[in-house]
Nanobody
């Protein structure tokens, strides 16, 4: 069984920083990529950042220069360092991973964690 477990989000003032982490658990995992999506009230879920198993990264334009995604392949963990946070970053953030485990690759999601940025 594969699980993605996210760290708790939180409430932060605009201009502040917050780090989210995600850990994939399960045996015989081959993680192709890990990433973060977010969903604000009344909006569609959107990709925030993604990192592949070779370290290639992709960021949404709205977070470039402010957010940094990193990954520890040995531990199957991923972090998202969020700096210069803005109220529009308020959303539920979801960890996501494409994982191969004893069969075809499957997409997995964490339970989501709330990030609130106050003015």
């Amino acid at each position: 069984q594969v699980q993605l477990v996210e760290s708790r989000g939180g409430l932060v003032q605009a201009g502040g920083s917050l780090t989210l982490s995600c850990a994939a658990s399960g045996s015989d995992l081959s993680i192709m990529y890990m990433g973060w999506h977010r969903q604000a009230p009344g909006k569609q879920r959107e990709l925030v950042a993604r990192i592949t198993n070779d370290g290639s990264t992709h960021y949404a334009d709205s977070v470039k220069g402010r957010f940094t995604i990193s990954r520890d392949n040995a531990k199957n963990t991923m972090s998202l360092q969020m700096n210069s946070l803005k109220p529009e970053d308020t959303a539920v953030y979801y960890c996501n991973a494409l994982i191969v485990r004893r069969g075809p690759a499957s997409n997995y999601w964490g339970q989501g964690t709330q990030v609130t940025v106050s003015t």
